[in-house]
């Protein structure tokens, strides 16, 4: 059981290429997050997914998109970085449902991004 | 809309010395309350949360938290600090009406001095 993992750890873009990043989880969860953390700012929510093949907006969605074809995996895809894409990137996921005490959000270990 | 605000940006606190980390929330309903602690270029881990039931709730490592409704507050306290406890702490409210989202605070950074 590997819990949540991100591939890749580290990548370093130019201005206006494009990538994505990969989510997968092995619990079986419904909600599947995407945050950033930047100095000083927290974790903001990018998009999520209530489930395979939807996915929502969240706080701070603008230059990214995001897929849910497979209910383990999440991909975020950049289509053209910008220097202000800098920053971490975590994946959480969720059982799904209204939240119960027994629920916890995981994190993956996260992605470090920079955009030259 | 839902918020959450952690004061304090940065504490600094003797190794045995007591803790207490600030957390202030905006959410309508009942809110789902849970503190996660970072350490340097790791991810979130899970302290303790509170939902229903007694406020005041314990968590791993030694660490309690209080949630007091009349005052919006869910402070995290620790009586003894450890060397280890360093990192950063962040507070967060879910919200089961919008996809069980997640509101962070924009964290807490500790530094134990010996």
């Known amino acids: 059981n590997a819990g949540v993992t991100q591939t890749p750890k580290f990548r370093v873009l130019k201005t206006g290429q494009s990538m994505t990043l990969l989510c997968a989880q092995d619990?079986?969860?419904?909600?599947m997050y995407w945050y950033r953390q930047d100095p000083g700012m927290g974790l903001r929510l990018i998009h999520y997914?209530?489930?395979?093949?939807?996915?929502a907006k969240g706080e701070v969605p603008d230059g990214y998109n995001v897929s849910r074809l497979k209910k383990q995996n999440f991909l975020l895809g950049l289509e053209s970085a910008a220097p202000s894409q800098t920053s971490v990137y975590f994946c959480?996921?969720?059982?799904?449902?209204?939240?119960?005490?027994?629920?916890?959000?995981?994190f993956g270990p996260g992605t470090r991004l920079t955009v030259l | 809309a839902q918020s959450v605000t952690q004061p304090d940006i940065h504490i600094t606190v003797s190794e045995g010395a007591s803790l207490e980390l600030r957390c202030n929330y905006s959410?309508?309903?009942?809110?789902?309350l849970f503190w996660y602690v970072q350490s340097p270029g790791q991810g979130l881990q899970l302290l303790l949360k509170y939902f229903s039931g007694d406020t005041l709730v314990q968590g791993i490592k030694g660490f309690e938290a209080e949630f007091k409704r009349s005052q919006s507050s869910f402070n995290l306290r620790k009586p003894s600090v450890h060397w280890s406890d360093a990192a950063e702490y962040f507070c967060?409210?879910?919200?089961?009406?919008?996809?069980?989202?997640?509101?962070f605070g924009t964290g807490t950074s500790l530094t134990v001095i010996p």
């Open positions: 959410y309508g309903a009942t809110p789902y």
């Open positions: 959480a996921s969720i059982v799904g449902g209204v939240i119960h005490s027994t629920d916890t959000q995981y």
């Open positions: 997914s209530v489930g395979e093949g939807t996915t």
């Open positions: 967060a409210v879910g919200a089961s009406h919008t996809g069980n989202q997640f509101y």
């Open positions: 619990m079986n969860h419904e909600y």
